[in-house]
């Protein structure tokens, strides 16, 4: 399995981004997905996952009603749409695949990880 996440940059609190992850060499809509963030200095952090299908999403309470996660399976590519983003989301966002259905939010239970995209927000 190959991840690469892109879309990441300096935006301005306030503003907004879209990430995406792209999946190849293993077929991707079999799995659910997560996007999981670390901050300089801190611990990788669970922001949402999504079901295999898309029908199911979650969002960790610090991002949720500002980060939405979804996916295009016919385009083997996961999203991540950022708004209202703040100066504390600065960090590393990596995108992860979990082979298993357990649906968790532990980034030492995900199979297969990317090498992450630098978000900056300046105040």
């Known amino acids: 399995v190959h991840i690469v996440e892109s879309g990441g940059g300096l935006v301005q609190a306030g503003g907004s981004l879209r990430l995406s992850c792209a999946l190849s060499?293993?077929?991707?809509?079999?799995?659910?997905m997560a996007w999981f963030r670390q901050a300089p200095g801190k611990e990788r952090e669970f922001v949402a996952r999504?079901?295999?299908?898309?029908?199911?999403?979650w969002h960790a309470d610090s991002v949720k009603g500002r980060f939405t996660i979804s996916r295009e399976n016919a385009k083997n590519t996961v999203y991540l749409q950022m708004n209202s983003l703040k100066p504390e989301d600065t960090a590393v966002y990596y995108c992860?695949?979990?082979?298993?259905?357990?649906?968790?939010?532990?980034?030492?239970?995900?199979?297969?990880w990317g090498k992450g995209t630098l978000v900056t927000v300046s105040s």
């Open positions: 060499g293993r077929t991707s809509n079999l799995y659910a």
């Open positions: 992860a695949l979990d082979l298993s259905a357990y649906g968790s939010t532990q980034p030492d239970d995900m199979n297969y």
């Open positions: 999504i079901s295999r299908s898309g029908g199911s999403a």
